[in-house]
């Protein structure tokens, strides 16, 4: 994806509403990046199939239909591990697919759906679902964003220890400009730049993501990695 895709997503999504939640965010700008019309984001848990956020009211009610039907791509996502994309809900497959939900969307106005399955430590724990009232496929460029963007999730998953669920987490806004942040963050940045063999700033953009998705501050996410009490990982999405 690239350091460049990274920093222009969290851009975006420090754009957003500072109030929402930080999955009703990734949410929002998941519509905007991918040129959808709304996006919803699906989590399994032991309890069950269960809806973690939307981007908007329409698009709470069609991601309710997938979790009232059992029928749906997040379901496909979950099962495969891999995307699961529908460019057109009307074709003889996505009907024969699924029978109830296919012209349930359609009444809702929706066309075409992907599915972005949101991993976990063994397998997927929800997934982020894309929702376009035309129909036809995603641009590649819309493709790896709405990868990205379901990998934020599972970051999000993952940076509060829970391996069976998409957690609720609230996102602080902070500044991305590396001279905005105290030396704390800088020095951090050189020990993730060595210990995962990245450049300064792909570095700091990884404490950006880290920070954001799991609702600390960056100068807190900092000192524990300085602290050795936090160290991040390697993720799919490096490069």
């Known amino acids: ?31 905007d990046a991918v040129g959808a019309d709304g996006a919803g984001l699906s989590r399994f848990a032991a309890k069950g199939h269960s809806m973690a ?6 698009a709470a009610e069609v991601e309710g239909l997938q979790i009232e039907l059992s029928e749906g791509p997040c379901l496909n996502a979950r099962e495969t591990g891999h995307p699961f994309l529908e460019p057109d809900l009307r074709s003889s497959a996505a009907l024969a697919r699924w029978p109830r939900f296919a012209p349930a969307a359609l009444a809702h106005g929706v066309a075409a759906v992907f599915a972005f399955p949101v991993a976990g430590p063994q397998r997927p724990v929800g997934a982020l679902d894309l929702y376009v009232r035309r129909a036809g496929d995603l641009s590649s460029e819309g493709f790896e964003d709405a990868i990205l963007l379901a990998d934020l999730v599972s970051l999000a ?20 400009e590396p001279w905005a942040h105290p030396a704390v963050v800088h020095q951090a940045s050189g020990m993730v730049s060595e210990q995962l063999r990245v450049d300064p700033d792909a570095a700091l953009l990884r404490l950006r993501a880290y920070a954001f998705v799991s609702g600390r501050r960056l100068a807190d996410v900092a000192a524990a990695v300085v602290e ?9 999405f490096d490069g």
């Not at 050795?228 to 799919?236: E, G, I, K, S, V």
């Open 157 to 176: 998953s993952l940076s509060r220890g829970d391996d069976t669920s998409i957690p609720d987490s609230d996102a602080v806004s902070e500044a991305a």
């Open 53 to 58: 956020a939307a981007s908007d009211p329409s």
């Open 1 to 31: 994806m690239g350091a460049r895709r990274l920093d222009r997503l969290l851009a975006a999504l420090h754009r957003t509403d500072g109030t929402r939640p930080v999955l009703e965010r990734i949410c929002v700008v998941g519509v």
């Open 228 to 236: 050795r009490r936090l160290r991040l990982d390697a993720w799919d």
